[in-house]
């Protein structure tokens, strides 16, 4: 069942995601966090329920990311990945996989890039450090 938010509530967090993707593309990052966090304050409780919550917690771990925080980041894509349509969606595996290979856990690693791999093909992995993609060419056939 897909749950549709409120008009003015998805209009609001329309925006307020439109800001910090402005703020991002400035390498304003901590304030486009702001905004994304702003943004995820509007989704109704279990965030789990609700597709914006997939693409704010994206954004906020990509954020997350620029400034640094992996631990943060990947709470994020942890639960990106819970919510509607977060399960096999490339670029959250991609940075699942990531995420994991830095943490050393390298099995875990392994299958989430796997799944970034099968969704999105080697396109997925071209605009970041090349270490993960031979990482995974290491571990399987492509």
């Given at each position: 069942m897909d749950l549709q938010l409120p008009d003015a509530v998805y209009a609001e967090i329309t925006e307020l995601c439109k800001n910090g993707e402005l703020l991002a593309k400035n390498h304003e990052y901590l304030s486009a966090k702001q905004k994304y966090t702003s943004a995820l304050r509007l989704v109704p409780e279990k965030h789990q329920d609700w597709e914006a919550a997939t693409w704010i917690y994206v954004a906020i771990g990509d954020m997350n990311l620029k400034l640094d925080d992996r631990e943060?980041?990947?709470?994020?894509?942890?639960?990106?990945?819970?919510?509607?349509?977060?399960?096999?969606?490339?670029?959250?595996?991609?940075?699942?996989?990531q995420l994991y290979f830095e943490q050393n856990y390298f099995e875990k690693s392994i299958d989430e890039l796997t799944r970034a791999y099968m969704g999105g093909g080697l396109d997925i992995f071209m605009e970041d450090d090349p270490k993960y993609l031979e990482f995974l060419e290491s571990r399987i056939n492509i």
């Open positions: 943060k980041a990947f709470k994020c894509f942890i639960n990106a990945v819970q919510c509607p349509k977060g399960l096999g969606n490339p670029y959250i595996h991609l940075r699942l996989g």
